[in-house]
């Protein structure tokens, strides 16, 4: 009888054989496709705004109101009516939230930063996520975003454990799995798998968020025992049970069944069509195709963006229904044939007239003279603009700040292997495209993580309607 061949199992762990053929594979950190989409209108995309997201804030805390204290009333008045408000409160606490942290870890949300940073910390102990842990786990996951041994956010690994789903619509073992690695922060550790992603001048935070989360919920345990009622758990921590099933239902959309190890987000996420309350509910997630590709755009704007690129990706699923049914049966093949994955048929590919490729990027018109050397004619940078220049080996960004000064850095990002002329300019500010990490133009400081490391800068100047740049750093 011919000999079998059996493939190995996927290692997921990231520090394991996996990882290690990624990396040797230029899966780590890779260049991904991005469909084209004309500079001006990205721009606009991009444009960050307080409005909408202030006002869904308001709202969603307006209805946990309401509904934490029907849950109340109908309770204490010792009515079994208390389950329908509790049912809507848990949903809000535990499903919403999810979308909440999620946008709010891009600081694409709101324009301003700490309104960014303040719901991000509410939702992250709502939904029950470590919030500084997470918030590097979820820029490892739009690096790396279903690549084996990189991705710490698979959530369907293969073969996929079918039980373990299930029950984790009650989220049982996963209240238990937030509290196994906050004991081992609040003493002062990570582990070995968290190291590979979090940096160690943010150690300090996970162990101090770590210590909050144990006070407040030992207080919300004390005040139970002392009332001898569960009442003041299921308004904290149990939400986590009853009502995080709709952030899975919606959740399993993003990537389940899907191929594994490509470095084309169209192959490995999903758009979904929902209705208007589950786009409030899940803060326009369903375009999670749009969103990793690029990640910059706040998520009020993305049905535009799907506008603008839908002709460049496959088809979106007509239903959170549609998408299930695709969903359910890959998943329970993939128990047998892990191998197996939902192939997509991506479009033949799009040529934008007003989208031509290249039209940021520049290169040398001539020979450096004193070591300055000509990129473009100055009416290509506007204010508050990035292009590219690539010389030799290396690329370099120029920006034109708002007051309209010139600035040029690296045109790499310092956290990961992103172009920086995708990114947006505030001010004195660029902001990455991948993770939204930002840099001061005037000296390359790291402003905003990821980015941890400062960008080298160099000269630019504008002579004759011409930009020009040196191209030896400053000393
Ligand atoms: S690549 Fe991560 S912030 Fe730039």
Redesign the pocket.
């Known amino acids: 009888m011919p000999a079998v061949e059996t493939i190995p199992p996927s290692d997921y762990s990231l520090v394991g054989k996996d990882t290690a053929r990624a990396i040797e594979q230029g899966l780590a950190e890779a260049t991904w496709y991005a469909s084209p989409v004309p500079k001006e209108k990205m721009r606009e995309l991009l444009q960050r705004r307080d409005g909408p997201a202030i006002r869904d804030t308001l709202i969603w805390f307006g209805l946990l109101l309401i509904s934490g204290a029907g849950s109340y009333l109908f309770w204490q008045a010792g009515s079994w009516w208390a389950v329908v408000p509790f049912m809507i409160y848990g949903v809000l606490y535990a499903s919403a939230s999810d979308s909440r942290w999620h946008e709010t870890s891009h600081g694409t949300a709101f324009k301003t930063d700490w309104l960014n940073n303040a719901l991000y910390e509410i939702a992250s102990f709502m939904v029950v996520r470590e919030a500084t842990v997470w918030r590097w786990s979820h820029?490892r996951h739009h690096s790396d975003t279903i690549i084996v041994g990189r991705d710490p956010e698979i959530a369907a690994p293969r073969p996929p454990d079918i039980a373990g789903i299930i029950w984790g619509f009650f989220g049982i073992k996963e209240l238990f799995n937030f509290f196994k690695p906050v004991a081992l922060h609040c003493t002062g550790r990570l582990s070995p798998e968290e190291k590979t992603f979090i940096p160690e001048s943010e150690y300090e935070k996970v162990f101090l968020r770590a210590r909050i989360y144990l006070v407040i919920y030992g207080g919300v345990m004390g005040l139970a025992i002392c009332q001898r009622s569960i009442l003041p758990l299921l308004f904290v921590g149990l939400p986590r049970i009853y009502g995080a099933w709709l952030g899975l239902i919606y959740g399993y959309t993003q990537h389940a069944g899907l191929a594994e190890n490509v470095l084309d987000h169209r192959l490995n996420c999903r758009t979904v069509r929902m209705n208007f309350i589950n786009r409030y509910l899940y803060w326009n997630m369903n375009y999670h195709l749009e969103h990793h590709m690029f990640p910059l755009v706040p998520y009020h704007n993305l049905p535009k963006l799907h506008e603008l690129v839908k002709a460049d990706m496959p088809a979106p699923y007509r239903s959170i229904w549609n998408a299930w049914r695709e969903i359910v049966p890959a998943l329970l093949r993939q128990v047998k044939d892990p191998a197996y994955y939902v192939e997509r048929k991506l479009p033949p590919p799009t040529v934008r007239a007003d989208a031509p490729a290249a039209a940021h990027i520049f290169t040398a018109k001539g020979q450096p003279v004193n070591g300055w050397i000509e990129i473009c004619a100055g009416e290509f940078l506007k204010r508050e603009d990035v292009i590219r220049f690539d010389h030799g080996q290396k690329t370099y960004a120029i920006y034109r700040s708002a007051e309209g000064a010139l600035h040029a850095t690296d045109g790499i990002?310092t956290?990961?292997n992103?172009h920086l002329a995708d990114g947006l300019v505030k001010g004195r500010l660029i902001e990455?495209p991948?993770?939204?990490?930002r840099f001061d133009l005037t000296d390359g400081s790291p402003q905003r993580k990821?980015?941890c490391v400062a960008l080298q800068t160099y000269k630019a100047r504008e002579h004759d309607g011409k930009i020009f740049l040196d191209l030896a750093p400053p000393t």
């Open positions: 820029a990002c956290h990961g992103t990455c991948k993770h939204n990490g990821p980015v």
